[in-house]
């Protein structure tokens, strides 16, 4: 009989191992069914550690870590096992894509908080047990249709005695065993020869300098010297996994590169397609152009790059073509074979989440992008953008493209649109980028029409949500009466479309023509504030070279509310005909936006907006007096037009 902890079956070899960034005691608390992980990692521990709250803030709620899963060939009715899940951020981004996930970890406490958290994002179809792989996996033959490695194989001989290279040897025998006919593995591991080691990088597993690239007999002394414990966390290079993945029953399919690390990165690239290679790097330097032209002809990432991210089937079986293979194939070519139908350039990320993959028609002219979003909260953020582009495209018809085609493949989202070669308009070698930013954001509101109308912030943004904004900016006992008084009071202001998200790095500038695109549509609405686009961009970019938002938008209201002021953000409230007081209601109003924007959308990061605001709020409240006594009939008003 196994012992059972935390609700699940123990089939570790050793029960009592413990690997944690926290220690046992406080990982088993989180697991109280009334504690949530996410205020302990967010609200309690940064005030005891905050360098390791920002490091768990990654590592726990970065569904992008799982970017390059597109990769794979995902399907609904698979199953799919994540060994070494960890906190369950990869978990959670490939919940969507199974009929049944199983998560795994030699320590059970990281298992049991990976299925809370499923539960707690109303995944019911997840199962989880403890175990080291060792010396055999509890599952049995032809178990998954998939089984994810990431950043395990190296750690798999820390708690097992014997030779670490025959241990994971034996191990990924198991994994194959596991494995359908047609199943595959995703194996991510730092590459032993990374070129960041020979320029002194410190490995990441002992951290100790150049110790990868001594022989093992060498590196075994070295380590026993320095930590005073045996060398046991074995990385390989390209070569050396290869035939450690053939005689385990393995045979690798591509060799992926996530730069800059397969723990955290924007991009993914086969490093056997050089095409692929020369499209991800752009270098501007002389140095950086040589090294890419090296990299390009020479081929020498492919055996040097830092990491990779191994795809692998098992060997004689016809492996099935990854996700977006199969979208493309639905829709570019009738046949599935790729040099027929289509070529990929590049395969990028995205802050917001989204996968971007870059791709050409055999058939056609110019190239296309494909976008998926990385998980549930990304696809409903693309669905709106789309939905919201379609209500618009009459507005901007050059700037704001309709996507060529949209829909839902094994029920994920995605847009397929025309390629625009462009570079964001926040990118600092791009001299006329500012400059290009502002006058986008004038052809857009010149096109649309605004009107006065009702505007009141509380029905706009929500009871609870004006609550808790303004309990968090002033706490339960000093909100001002004014403030709350001017929330719950209709205004007359002008109101109409605006894109919601207006920053320069949502501008694609051709830096030879000087033609633009406007993206990201997902946060556009038919009935805010004109002011609130015009102050996302001034703030956007100041606060990236500050870091602190309250004053940025402290200074944007001086700006504002002085007419004799020279600047760009009081010419564009005359220029819209904003009256002082669509002004006031604009600024009073923007933080709320931004931080109910963040809270919802984002990260849950809302003290970004929130800190020290409570002073700039008592400067602006001595504005509501100057305001006229609105009262504004329910009827025979005229309300505002979304074109």
């Not at 699940?8 to 406080?26: A, C, I, K, Q």
């Not at 249709?145 to 950043?151: A, E, I, R, S, Y």
């Not at 074979?337 to 289509?342: D, H």
Request: proline share 6%; with cysteine; aromatic share 12%.
């Amino acid at each position: 009989m196994f012992p059972y902890k935390h609700g699940m079956p123990v089939f570790s070899h050793d029960s009592g191992f413990y690997w944690g960034e926290l220690d046992r005691e406080t990982v088993a608390g989180l697991l109280d069914p009334k504690r949530s992980v996410a205020f302990y990692i967010r609200q309690e521990l940064p005030r005891k550690d905050k360098a390791l709250a920002a490091y768990l803030e990654q590592y726990v709620f970065d569904n992008k870590r799982a970017g390059w899963k597109y990769w794979l060939p995902l399907e609904r009715s698979g199953r799919i096992l994540d060994f070494g899940c960890g906190w369950g951020a990869l978990s959670l981004s490939l919940a969507p894509h199974c009929a049944e996930l199983w998560v795994a970890d030699a320590v059970p406490e990281r298992a049991a908080i990976t299925l809370k958290r499923a539960a707690e994002y109303g995944y019911r179809h997840l199962r989880a047990c403890a175990t080291s792989g060792w010396p055999r996996l509890p599952f049995a033959d032809a178990t998954f249709d998939l089984v994810v490695l990431n950043g395990v194989l190296e750690w798999i001989p820390s708690s097992i005695k014997g030779d670490p290279r025959e241990i994971q040897h034996r191990f990924l025998r198991e994994v194959s065993r596991v494995l359908q006919p047609s199943g595959q593995l995703a194996l991510g591991i730092d590459n032993r020869f990374g070129v960041g080691y020979f320029m002194g990088k410190r490995e990441e597993h002992t951290k100790l300098k150049y110790i990868s690239l001594l022989p093992r007999s060498l590196a075994r002394v070295y380590h026993r010297l320095m930590k005073k414990e045996e060398y046991r966390s074995f990385t390989y290079g390209r070569a050396a996994l290869a035939r450690m993945l053939k005689t385990s029953g393995l045979s690798e399919l591509r060799y992926l590169c996530t730069y800059p690390d397969y723990r955290e990165f924007d991009r993914v690239l086969d490093l056997d397609d050089r095409q692929q290679v020369a499209a991800a790097f752009t270098p501007r330097s002389r140095i950086g152009k040589i090294k890419a032209f090296i990299v390009r002809h020479v081929g020498g990432i492919k055996w040097l790059s830092d990491s990779f991210l191994v795809i692998a089937a098992k060997s004689g079986s016809h492996p099935k073509r990854c996700f977006y293979e199969q979208l493309l194939d639905r829709h570019v070519t009738s046949a599935p074979l790729r040099a027929a139908g289509w070529a990929l350039e590049r395969y990028r990320l995205t802050p917001a989440g989204n996968v971007l993959i870059q791709f050409r028609p055999a058939a056609g002219s110019g190239s296309r992008l494909l976008t998926l979003p990385v998980d549930e909260k990304a696809g409903s953020r693309l669905e709106r953008a789309v939905a919201n582009r379609r209500t618009l495209q009459h507005v901007l018809p050059d700037a704001m493209m309709p996507p060529v085609t949209s829909g839902v493949f094994e029920k994920v989202p995605y847009v397929i649109e025309a390629f625009f070669p462009g570079t964001k308009a926040d990118d600092p070698a791009l001299a006329m980028g500012e400059q290009k930013a502002r006058e986008t954001l004038t052809a857009f509101q010149d096109s649309v029409t605004y009107a006065r109308g009702t505007f009141r912030a509380e029905t706009f943004f929500g009871e609870s949500v004006t609550a808790a904004f303004l309990r968090e900016c002033f706490g339960p006992d000093a909100i001002p009466p004014a403030l709350m008084a001017f929330y719950r009071k209709d205004h007359e202001t002008l109101v109409g479309p605006i894109h919601g998200d207006f920053h320069a790095g949502n501008v694609l500038v051709q830096p030879v023509t000087g033609e633009t695109r406007l993206i990201d549509w997902d946060l556009a609405d038919m009935s805010g504030l004109p002011l609130w686009d015009a102050l996302n961009l001034w703030t956007h970019s100041r606060y990236e070279q500050t870091r602190d938002w309250t004053a940025v938008f402290q200074t944007a209201c001086v700006i504002l509310l002085d007419p004799a002021n020279d600047s760009w953000l009081q010419s564009y409230g005359q220029r819209v005909a904003l009256h002082e007081t669509d002004i006031i209601i604009g600024c009073l109003t923007f933080p709320l936006r931004q931080w109910s924007n963040k809270m919802r959308y984002g990260d849950g990061r809302g003290k970004v907006i929130t800190n020290d605001l409570a002073p700039v709020f008592h400067e602006l409240i001595g504005a509501i007096a100057r305001m006229p006594n609105q009262e504004l009939r329910k009827s025979g008003r005229d309300k505002c037009s979304p074109f």
